[in-house]
Structure formats: C-alpha cells, structure tokens
C-alpha cells in the first residue's frame, strides 16, 4: 500500500471510529484507562496514539492531511496568565534569569502576552527549577537562563516546556477526528471563543462581528478574556481557539506526505510556529489546522501568548 493510499485509509477510519458524530465531545478521552494519580494538577493527560494533521480544504501550508503518531504528553488546561508568569518571574530573577521581561496583560486570570519565544522557553526552565523539576532547554551543555539563544531541549526532562506542533494539533483536536474547531463542529461564534468576528473569507462564522463583547470589559485592546472563559474541548482543554496565539517549540517548515511519529518541525528556520487565533483574529485563523507562520521568535505582540506542556508525569 502506498503512503498516500495508507493516509487515505486512516482518515477513513477515524471517521468511522469517531465517538461522536454530532461532534459532541468524547467521553473522558484525557483520562480513559490510567488511574487520577497521573494526572498533574492544572494539567491534561493526552492520550498516545494516531491522528490526521492539518487539512487540504484551507491554506496550502495546511496541507496535506498526513498520519501523525503522538506519544503521551501533558498540556496545561489553560493558557499562561499574567499572575503565573509574575510569580515565576519573580523566583527566576533572584536565581540566574536576569532578563525576563515584565510581560503585558489585561488582568492577572487574562493570558500573559508580548513576550518572545526565547523568554517564555527561559521562563519555561525558571519554573521547572523552581519546583525542583528537570529544565527541557539547554544551551551550550548548560540550563538556558538568559540573552537570546537557540536551545536544544531534552524532551525526556519532566521539566516545563512548548508543546510540540503536533502535539498542540492533536490536543486542540479533543478526541474528534475530521472537524474543524476544537469543540468539534465545522462552525465558530462569539459564544465559543474570543475571536474577532466577520465576513468574507470566514464562511464557518456564525458571528456576530466585530470584537467579542466578553474582551470589551475594560477596553477593547487587547480584548483579551479571562482564561478558561469558554467551555473547554473533550479534553478539558480551554481556549484552544481565540483569545491569544500560542507559541509552539516547532520551526515553520511544509509537511511532509508521509506517516511521521512525534515530529518536532525543521532543524532551523526562520519562524516558530504559533496556533489557535487570537481576539483580534479572524475566525479562519481560529480553526485548529491553521499555522501562523509569521512569527519570528524575537517577535512580540498583544495578540500572541503560550501554555505548557510536560512529557510525563510525577
């Protein structure tokens, strides 16, 4: 059987196999089988196994649909807020993290934003070592702690860390195979996300337009909501669509036609990969194969945050 002919079956046979036509989500899929102890507080335990990344009916780099294999991983239910960034920033200036940047947000339960990829991988280490955990990213054969680098990241450290691109994709997915948005339908409105709202390209919208009346408190800018402000996906993960952009650890690179294991993106590159949409995004960018491929890891934005992953448990 031919690769392609070998991807074409398994996303017949997720189809097949979805748990919920509706789209609704599955049952318990983040806890299915292993006992609560686990399962890290604030974290959700994500399933090893196959699953269909990106899509052949939105951007070109989106495509083509390709089989992926995900080994067991921990993402945080919700994206990083301000009130966690300052507690760690705090701990990692008096202990070698000189130059965290103070970071920006709306309130303290809103995602942390305008910070760059090589601040939140330092902040990443800070708040491993800070609870006496293994640090991910190394430079030189030395825990990375400060100035601008290129890591390397031991991904067997139980340290804090970015998820990989296709552990994100296969997290926002929830279990459901062959939809969209991460609470599986085809179709996004206001009363799912924080996305800015509109027409044209964005034929999955049901709207309204404009900002999200929930990021209005206070302003409209950032419009940013307070995390976990939405219902989650069958995973029990929150704002996986709108809010702010999330960082990933990948390089932006194409895809590849054939069937690949724990992909970790291109070796070098210009561009770290972000997902998920923003507040200020449109709801095409919200779609869980949507790849930003525009963001330079020195670049920073109200519109871009993060959350954490972890490669195993306690």
Same mark, same amino acid.
């Given at each position: 059987?031919?690769?392609?002919?070998?991807? =074409?079956? $398994?996303? %017949?046979?997720?189809?097949?196999?979805?748990?919920?036509?509706?789209?609704?989500?599955?049952?318990?899929?983040?806890? $299915?089988?292993?006992?609560?102890?686990?399962?890290?507080?604030?974290?959700?335990?994500?399933?090893?196994?196959?699953? /269909?990344?990106?899509?052949?009916?939105?951007?070109?780099? &989106?495509?083509?649909?390709?089989? #992926?294999?995900?080994?067991?991983?921990?993402?945080?239910?919700?994206?990083?807020?301000?009130?966690?960034?300052?507690?760690?920033? !705090?701990?990692?200036?008096?202990?070698?993290?000189?130059?965290?940047?103070?970071?920006?947000?709306?309130?303290?339960?809103?995602?942390?934003?305008?910070?760059?990829?090589?601040?939140?991988?330092?902040?990443?280490?800070?708040?491993?070592?800070? &609870?006496?955990?293994?640090? +991910? *990213?190394?430079?030189?054969?030395? !825990?990375?702690?400060?100035?601008?680098? !290129?890591?390397? +990241?031991?991904?067997?450290?139980?340290?804090?860390?970015?998820?990989?691109?296709?552990?994100?994709?296969?997290? %926002?997915?929830?279990?459901? %195979?062959?939809?969209?948005?991460?609470?599986?339908?085809?179709? /996004?409105?206001?009363?799912?996300?924080?996305? *800015? @709202?509109?027409? @044209?390209?964005?034929?999955?919208?049901?709207?309204?337009?404009?900002?999200?009346? /929930?990021?209005?408190?206070? @302003?409209?800018?950032?419009? !940013?909501?307070?995390?976990? =402000?939405?219902?989650?996906?069958?995973? @029990?993960?929150?704002?996986?669509?709108?809010?702010?952009?999330?960082?990933?650890?990948?390089?932006?690179?194409?895809?590849?036609? #054939?069937?690949?294991?724990?992909?970790?993106?291109? =070796?070098?590159?210009?561009?770290? #990969?972000?997902?998920?949409?923003?507040?200020?995004?449109?709801? +095409?960018?919200?779609?869980?194969? &949507?790849?930003?491929?525009?963001?330079?890891?020195? *670049?920073?934005?109200?519109?871009?945050?993060?959350?954490? $992953?972890?490669?195993?448990?306690?």
């Amino acid at each position: 059987m031919s690769a392609l002919a070998a991807v =074409s079956l $398994a996303v %017949a046979n997720c189809r097949r196999s979805r748990q919920e036509p509706s789209g609704k989500a599955p049952e318990n899929p983040a806890t $299915a089988g292993t006992s609560q102890a686990t399962v890290l507080p604030g974290f959700v335990r994500i399933p090893a196994g196959e699953f /269909i990344m990106g899509e052949s009916l939105g951007w070109p780099k &989106e495509a083509p649909p390709h089989l #992926v294999n995900v080994s067991t991983f921990f993402l945080g239910k919700f994206e990083v807020t301000k009130l966690r960034w300052d507690t760690v920033r !705090t701990w990692g200036l008096d202990n070698g993290y000189t130059d965290l940047p103070t970071g920006g947000s709306k309130a303290a339960n809103h995602p942390v934003h305008s910070i760059s990829w090589y601040d939140i991988v330092k902040w990443c280490n800070a708040w491993s070592q800070m &609870e006496g955990l293994t640090p +991910c *990213y190394t430079f030189s054969g030395e !825990t990375y702690k400060t100035r601008i680098r !290129t890591p390397v +990241c031991n991904w067997s450290a139980n340290g804090y860390r970015l998820p990989t691109e296709a552990e994100w994709e296969k997290a %926002a997915r929830g279990g459901v %195979a062959g939809k969209r948005f991460p609470w599986g339908t085809d179709t /996004i409105a206001q009363s799912l996300a924080n996305y *800015y @709202g509109g027409t @044209g390209p964005d034929r999955d919208d049901l709207g309204p337009s404009g900002y999200n009346p /929930i990021g209005c408190v206070g @302003g409209t800018d950032p419009a !940013t909501s307070p995390v976990g =402000s939405f219902a989650p996906n069958g995973y @029990g993960l929150y704002d996986m669509a709108g809010n702010v952009w999330e960082r990933c650890w990948d390089w932006f690179g194409a895809y590849v036609a #054939v069937p690949v294991t724990d992909p970790k993106g291109d =070796s070098l590159g210009t561009f770290r #990969v972000c997902r998920g949409g923003s507040w200020s995004g449109l709801a +095409c960018q919200c779609r869980i194969a &949507e790849r930003s491929s525009d963001c330079g890891p020195e *670049y920073s934005n109200r519109s871009i945050g993060f959350r954490v $992953a972890r490669s195993s448990g306690p």
